[in-house]
């Protein structure tokens, strides 16, 4: 990857699409799921080749508990099933994982292992951010609540009491599935990020793809405000 222009350190992906994958592919919606899954597991596989220090991903907003009883279920047993499988990994490529949004409120199997997670994978060089039961809006409520208790509430007061506290500036927002909207994810954090909005479908989402938006993202001008 070039080393000229802006490097992108911190990316946030809207990973959108794979009920339309499946149904494109006459498929059960839990396969698009499934095939998602796969799409993250590269993802991060790829990450030491990039400039990412920070990659958040949009698993698990807050609206999703509307969906249908058995399409909840069916993606809390695949983020069991990707904790348990991928956690060595994890592990074994030096990433961190950092949890955002109000998962704590999980079934308490789920939160047990996250915690698990966190702990053994708390020394990583690269962070892998997972949004669950997550919300902007109610981020940024919860971060100003906190930010009144301890003084006056300023930018900074209310950004170190966000999820992402800690974390590098988001640099660039991606959406799949050719939607073009923040569907209420990192809000606040998006303020001066770049965005980038593509037709592939998640499940279709590859290393490759990453490349090429990273790339897209060196040749961009960052005027934060200024002309």
Known sequence: MTSEGPQARHVAIIMDGNGRWAKRKHL????GHRKGVEAVRELVRSLK????ECLTLYAFSSENWKRPDEEVDDLMNLMRKFIKSDLPEFIANDVRLHIIGDWQSLAPDIVEMLEDALEQTASGSRTLAVALNYGAQAEIVQAAQR????????????????????????????????????SNFLLWQAAYAEMLFTDVLWPDFTPEHL?????????????????
Not at 49 to 52: G, K, R
Not at 157 to 170: E, K
């Open 211 to 227: 490349r090429q938006a990273l790339e897209d993202f060196t040749n961009r001008e960052r005027r934060f405000g200024g002309r």
């Open 147 to 182: 930010a009144a208790e301890q003084g006056p509430i300023t930018e900074d007061s209310l950004a170190a009491n966000l999820y992402t506290a800690g974390l590098p500036p988001l640099d660039l927002l991606i959406r799949t599935s050719g939607e073009v909207r923040l």
């Open 28 to 31: 059960p919606r839990v396969m």
């Open 49 to 52: 080749d990039t400039s990412i």
